[in-house]
């Protein structure tokens, strides 16, 4: 493993191309799927070993309900048949898990079982991992100014501060780093509002082939960039 002299605290990473990945061997998409998720495992495993401490992953967006229905009823299967496993094996290695989006959407039984491995797994210190399942960002910003209205916050005590404090994630740091794997170079309404100063990382790599190179890539390149959040490099000395 090589030593990198800056590690982000937080990686946050859009996993794309199980699709092609599927249609490049010849498979049904849902085999892609499959072996995205099954990578999920191997990638927090690489970014802990690095001691990144909060490590999330867009898995579903907002908009993926108008994929063809076959598909998005096999990506609920996958993960109701992994998540009660996968938590026990997270639960052992100290990972905590969280879930960011909505679960009112989703099947019961996947509700409750997402409901039982983020409890098993909240007082776990190792790294956080934040899967974020029927995930928008426009969404979440949506749900939390009508959150804030409910509340009864008047518009002269909105801020940034207090905006966050009622988005999903606002007990997480915002990302460092954004990878998208897949070659794509958007964010697809994805972590819009904490991803301001986040640095970006595109690679050509499908999601199920993200491997430890190029995890290790991604974060070297990281290392190499020069965060000024909105300031100007200082003048070195003489």
Not at 172 to 190: H, K, V, Y
Request: charged share 25%; glycine share 8%.
């Amino acid at each position: 493993m090589t030593k990198i002299k800056h590690i982000p605290n937080h990686v946050a990473i859009i996993m794309d191309g199980n699709g092609r990945w599927a249609a490049k061997r010849k498979l049904p998409r849902l085999a892609g799927h499959r072996a995205g998720t099954e990578n999920i495992r191997r990638v927090v495993e690489y970014f802990a070993q690095y001691q990144v401490k909060y490590l999330t992953l867009f898995a579903f967006s907002t908009e993926n309900w108008n994929r063809p229905r076959g598909e998005v009823r096999g990506l609920l299967t996958i993960l109701g048949e992994v998540i009660g496993e996968e938590a026990k094996n997270l639960h052992k290695k100290g990972v905590k898990l969280r879930h960011l989006g909505r679960l009112d959407r989703l099947p019961q039984r996947l509700q409750q079982a997402i409901q039982r491995a983020t409890e098993l797994t909240k007082d776990n210190t190792r790294m956080t991992l934040s899967i974020a399942f029927d995930y928008g960002s426009r969404a979440e910003i949506v749900d939390a100014v009508q959150r804030m209205f409910g509340d009864g916050i008047p518009p002269e005590r909105v801020n940034e501060s207090l905006l966050s404090s009622y988005l999903y994630t606002a007990d997480l740091p915002d990302p460092d780093l954004i990878i998208r794997t897949g070659g794509e170079m958007r964010l697809s309404n994805f972590l819009l509002w904490q991803a301001a100063y986040s640095e970006y990382y595109s690679t050509p790599t499908f999601w199920p082939d993200f491997g430890p190179e190029e995890t290790e890539r991604a974060l070297i390149a990281y290392s190499q960039r020069e965060r000024r959040f909105g300031g100007i490099r200082p003048k070195a000395k003489r």
